[in-house]
């Protein structure tokens, strides 16, 4: 029993500091604190609904782009892309594309519930080299300029994981 709790305290320490490597490297200081809202998408009416018109879709459009965007292949433009407001974050995406320990780092979704026709709850399990870090983890899907993005929110949310402060999260 000890030791099974041993492994799962290694197993959180080790996505600690996988999450700290992935979203803390030294661009983090680069990070603008733009307070603007500019390109944000505008929070539902009350007579929106509550879902796309096509979940399915949609819902094939979140897994998709969620595990691209944690994908170590995924080409840091392409990343910008896959994150809300993108642009903004691009010096910390930069920075942990090339990063050997950011290579070995997955996410898998394993559910999405929308809450809007423009938003999204994503369960995710963070890998490293195929093992879960971080199982069931909850994170936020917006969609934006006609895509499905990793919300900033959800970025921001392992960036204090890691017990950094970013300008911006």
């Known amino acids: 029993m000890v030791s099974q709790m041993a492994m799962v305290l290694r197993r959180r320490a080790a996505a600690l500091a996988a999450t700290a490597v992935l979203l803390c490297g ?22 929106a609904p509550a879902r796309p018109a096509d979940p399915a879709a ?12 944690f994908a170590a292949d995924t080409p840091p433009a392409e990343r910008v892309k896959l994150l809300e407001n993108g642009e903004q974050m691009e010096d910390v995406l930069a920075a942990f594309a090339g990063n050997p320990q950011a290579a070995a780092t997955t996410a898998k979704v ?11 709850d994503v369960t ?9 870090l971080l199982p069931d983890s909850r994170g936020t899907s917006v969609l934006q300029d006609d895509t499905w993005k990793v919300s ?18």
């Not at 990070?31 to 007579?47: E, F, I, K, N």
């Not at 900033?152 to 999260?169: A, D, E, F, I, W």
């Open 58 to 69: 949609a819902r094939t459009e979140i897994t998709r782009n969620w595990e691209a965007f």
């Open 124 to 132: 995710y399990d963070l890998l490293a080299g195929g093992n879960p």
């Open 110 to 120: 394993t559910g999405v519930a929308f809450t809007s026709a423009t938003g999204a």
């Open 26 to 47: 030294p661009a983090l200081a680069a990070c603008s604190d733009d307070a603007s809202s500019g390109g944000r998408t505008a929070t539902p009416s009350p007579s």
């Open 152 to 169: 900033v929110k959800t970025l921001c949310g392992l960036v204090k994981l890691s017990g950094v402060t970013v300008p911006g999260c």
